[in-house]
């Protein structure tokens, strides 16, 4: 018999399968409770139940916390973290960076140019509203942008309903085509006021750390924020910046350069020629090729 959740129960179970496939690790209540503006009190007890269901299963020590079961993933029709591809949703000419589109079905496909499609959201959708822009894509093997209005929300089911204005094949281009160069890189034992002034400089939001010739992470504003926030501003740019450091050939196409980003989480990747690094692109300047009128400057 299939199990029938209240929506408390399938918010939290969103909220926990949101959290975990961003994070990876175990995710704490109080974390979940935030998400979905609910009292940590109700979420522990709700928790008990879905773990009684086999849904939730729990996370002893310091770091420890709750992690979704394949049972959790096969009830709510949400791919597993290690099979899921992370699909762009762009709200309004913003992209929502912990929104995932799961799902997109078509209704009504004799007629594509008017219909309306049912997309399934990874994450929280009740910050998405019935009039707004909704731009979907790159989507993972027929590599569509599709370009719509949102007419309805299924808050049980987690589904935006939109009214498709356009749908079109991305461009072929390659990163070659788009990237920056030169390569604008800090370095990684400078402090982090120098390295911001860098940043500032060169009006960039993140650049590729370097250790001698080596590549080892980037340091963005926003890890300078964090730094300046803990009163760590004379501290070293390589206990702020994010470790991990992408790097492509030049012919590799956008939409694989972006969908490795959204594998990674970053934002950024270095272009490659035979090995050799000639320039980076961010996903920014990719988004804005695939769709150059739906995503705003807000969004770098």
Excluded: W
Aim: aromatic share 4%; hydrophobic share 40%.
């Amino acid at each position: 018999m299939a199990l029938k959740l209240t929506q408390v129960q399938r918010d939290i179970l969103n909220a926990l399968i949101t959290l975990y496939k961003k994070k990876g690790l175990p995710v704490k209540g109080d974390e979940i409770s935030k998400l979905i503006n609910r009292n940590p009190g109700t979420v522990r007890n709700q928790m008990q139940a879905l773990r009684a269901l086999g849904l939730v299963e729990g996370a002893p020590g310091p770091k420890g916390g709750y992690r979704p079961t394949a049972k959790a993933f096969e009830l709510l029709t949400i791919t597993e973290p290690e099979k899921a591809v992370k699909v762009p949703v762009i709200v309004n000419r913003k992209l929502i960076e912990d929104l995932s589109a799961e799902e997109l079905t078509f209704p009504s496909l004799p007629h594509p140019e008017v219909c309306e499609a049912r997309i399934r959201i990874v994450g929280d959708i009740r910050r998405i509203f019935p009039g707004d822009d909704i731009t979907i894509g790159p989507t993972p093997v027929n590599e569509m942008m599709v370009f719509g209005k949102v007419t309805g929300r299924d808050d049980t089911e987690n589904v935006i309903i939109a009214s498709i204005i356009k749908i079109h094949a991305i461009p072929k281009d390659t990163v070659g085509m788009h990237m920056s160069t030169p390569i604008i890189t800090v370095n990684a034992n400078d402090d982090v006021i120098t390295a911001s002034k860098v940043l500032l400089n060169h009006q960039i939001h993140r650049a590729p750390v370097k250790m001698g010739k080596e590549f080892v992470g980037i340091f963005s504003l926003r890890n300078a924020v964090e730094a300046f926030v803990e009163g760590k501003h004379h501290a070293k740019v390589k206990d702020y910046m994010d470790p991990t450091i992408i790097k492509v050939e030049k012919d590799t196409k956008l939409s694989e350069a972006l969908r490795l980003m959204r594998d990674q989480n970053v934002r950024l990747i270095v272009v490659t020629d035979d090995g050799n690094p000639i320039g980076v692109i961010t996903d920014y300047q990719i988004l804005t090729r695939l769709a150059p009128v739906q995503v705003s400057r807000r969004f770098s």
